[in-house]
């Protein structure tokens, strides 16, 4: 709970902090709270996963030409049509873009299509700041057995980020190009546009590159509103997070913890009066589950975007930091819900999922 505190003393200071930090007026087009509540209100109580097909180990796998596997991709959103799933949270890669930024487009507008189909509205995350250093375009590496997503990747790459000069560059036109060209795409819900700044033991070095992605989203002028998600609270990330509350449309969250610490972390992010939505939950070996955390989310109208769907390359029906390379999975998934032939882990997650979304 300290930590939810000290981040409501964030959210009443950080129109304080950020002040200095508008010299480019990177909030000249941000969503005023009636705006942000009134397209809220429209929409349906938003429950979805954070999603990648089966049969790709990492963003690059998901989108490259050689492996983007639309008929996959297909027959799994059946499956979360089926149990009232309306949104879906899907991170894009720059190194695809890079090698071709049409062969990007082209995919999300096919994935785009697919996800009509099934009655989705997805959206994106542009950055990212976890898991493996380095990244290319082509063959991507096999798993890892037992390992929880030993291929996802950062992006950019770490080897990137010393030249902020040409990095800035880059990024900027990979921004610009995949927002612009989907500025008024209604098939998309919203931009993440980073996911998890300062994330493990990156801190406050990410913040200028942050302080840039609103700068370059704001330039495409999205008619769909853009956030960056709050996590990994504490002193360390004071800058991050006051940014982000300052400058979001609406307001995104992780948690990983159980129903109390849900209702306290709404509670203080509910200081921001905008909408909110948890891009990020569900770890059974946390105690954040289906059946204790999802009814709270929609008791507080509060977008539910759990990890993880069908457990496939990224093995994150493995837990973090917890390698188990001699079973076929383990006997209590960490994420996910369904196996590749589409039954679930657990009916009883399930029906809960069904009752709740109303299917």
Request: charged share 25%; glycine share 4%; hydrophobic share 35%.
């Amino acid at each position: 709970m300290k930590s939810y505190k000290r981040l409501a003393v964030i959210a009443a200071l950080s129109v304080f902090i950020c002040t200095a930090s508008n010299a480019k007026n990177i909030n000249k087009h941000r969503w005023t709270e009636e705006q942000a509540n009134e397209w809220y209100s429209k929409l349906p109580w938003l429950v979805g996963c954070n999603y990648i097909p089966a049969t790709a180990i990492n963003q690059i796998e998901m989108w490259s030409k050689d492996t983007y596997d639309p008929r996959q991709i297909d027959k799994e959103l059946t499956w979360a049509e089926s149990i009232g799933f309306n949104t879906l949270r899907v991170f894009l890669s720059s190194v695809v873009w890079e090698h071709d930024p049409q062969e990007l487009k082209n995919n999300m507008s096919d994935f785009l299509n697919i996800c009509e189909r099934h009655h989705i509205r997805p959206f994106f995350v542009l950055l990212d700041d976890n898991w493996l250093p380095e990244s290319k375009y082509g063959v991507q590496p096999k798993p890892k057995p037992g390992v929880h997503n030993s291929g996802w990747v950062k992006d950019p790459a770490i080897s990137l980020r010393a030249d902020t000069t040409r990095l800035y560059k880059f990024l900027r036109r990979y921004f610009k190009d995949v927002i612009g060209s989907f500025r008024n795409d209604r098939r998309i819900l919203f931009w993440d546009i980073y996911n998890e700044p300062g994330a493990q033991g990156i801190g406050v070095a990410s913040y200028n590159l942050m302080k840039k992605t609103y700068e370059w989203a704001r330039e495409a002028r999205p008619s769909q509103p853009i956030t960056s998600c709050i996590c990994e609270m504490g002193a360390k990330n004071v800058r991050l997070q006051a940014f982000q509350l300052e400058h979001n449309d609406i307001n995104t969250y992780h948690n990983y913890k159980d129903s109390h610490d849900q209702e306290e972390m709404i509670k203080y992010l509910r200081m921001g009066n905008r909408p909110l939505i948890c891009t990020e939950y569900m770890a059974r070996k946390f105690n954040s589950k289906f059946q204790n955390v999802l009814p709270v989310l929609k008791k507080h109208r509060v977008g539910a975007i759990n990890w993880g769907f069908v457990a496939g390359k990224t093995n994150t029906n493995f837990a973090w930091n917890d390698p188990l390379p001699d079973m076929k999975e383990p006997p209590v998934w960490f994420h996910d819900i369904f196996r590749t032939d589409g039954t679930p882990f657990d009916q009883e997650e399930i029906d809960v999922i069904k009752s709740l979304t109303g299917k």
